[in-house]
């Protein structure tokens, strides 16, 4: 399976974008799928996690409140609406899928997001 991801861009800071990662298959069953971030020099870190079984979510500190992470099951996509960008936000956003049994991880190729001053 492919995990294809969109919405990256350039924008303003205080400014909004949403980023969707679709799964190439439609039968793709995941245990959970969340969102990363990799800025310039950097570790990859956590941005949100969505759990599939009851829903729940979970963020990093730095953007609670901020955005939000949300699946839609029918058409098997992922999305992270982002609102008050900040410059700090700047990174290569990737999305991650834990499938369903085997707990194998599915990357997607990233997409950037670069907010400006």
């Known amino acids: 399976v492919q995990l294809v991801e969109s919405g990256g861009g350039l924008v303003q800071a205080g400014g909004s974008l949403r980023l969707s990662c679709a799964a190439s298959?439609?039968?793709?069953?995941?245990?959970?799928t969340a969102w990363y971030r990799q800025a310039p020099g950097k570790q990859r870190e956590l941005v949100a996690v969505?759990?599939?079984?009851?829903?729940?979510?979970d963020y990093a500190g730095s953007v609670k409140g901020r955005f939000t992470i949300s699946r839609d099951n029918a058409n098997n996509t992922m999305y992270l609406q982002m609102n008050s960008l900040k410059p700090e936000d700047t990174a290569v956003y990737y999305c991650?899928?834990?499938?369903?049994?085997?707990?194998?991880?599915?990357w997607g190729q990233g997409t950037q997001v670069t907010v400006s001053s």
């Open positions: 969505i759990y599939s079984g009851d829903g729940m979510t």
């Open positions: 991650l899928a834990i499938e369903s049994g085997s707990y194998l991880p599915h």
């Open positions: 298959e439609s039968t793709f069953s995941t245990n959970a």
